[in-house]
């Protein structure tokens, strides 16, 4: 079997894992950031080419559409370009500038459902700042 086949078979068999069994009283953002393999563990919040901005909540266990004035927070210019998410048990140091949340992760590929785990190899660092925040 080919290496690439491998990689799509692995990643198809986390996401149904995910799909049929559910992840009910576990909480996501404290799930290993890596892999027995050594990838990385990212954890999807907004499906690509999706426009409704998800946030996990680690208190509920559970994936809401984020609110600003009790409305769902739209994105309003275009969708999100790939699967949009964070890295569990990191954290994005507040005394360095960080919003304390886990590391945002970005994972182009098809779109993946809210909550799915997908086991990744990053490729790119990007910076963000977000309202002051890095």
Excluded: H, W
């Amino acid at each position: 079997m080919p290496a690439s086949s491998k990689i799509i078979l692995k990643i198809t068999c986390i996401c149904v894992v995910v799909l049929f069994f559910g992840c009910k009283n576990k909480d996501l953002s404290k799930i290993d950031t890596y892999t027995s393999q050594g990838s990385i563990n990212a954890v999807i919040e907004i499906p690509a080419g999706t426009t409704k901005k998800i946030e996990y909540n680690k208190e509920t266990l559970e994936f809401n559409v984020d609110q600003i004035d009790g409305k769902d927070r739209i994105i309003k210019f275009l969708p999100y370009i790939g699967n949009y998410g964070f890295i569990p048990s990191t954290l994005s140091d507040t005394a360095k500038g960080g919003d304390g949340d886990p590391l945002d992760i970005i994972v182009i590929s098809e779109t993946k459902s809210t909550g799915t785990i997908l086991s990744v190899i990053p490729i790119a660092v990007i910076r963000i700042v977000d309202e002051g925040r890095r």
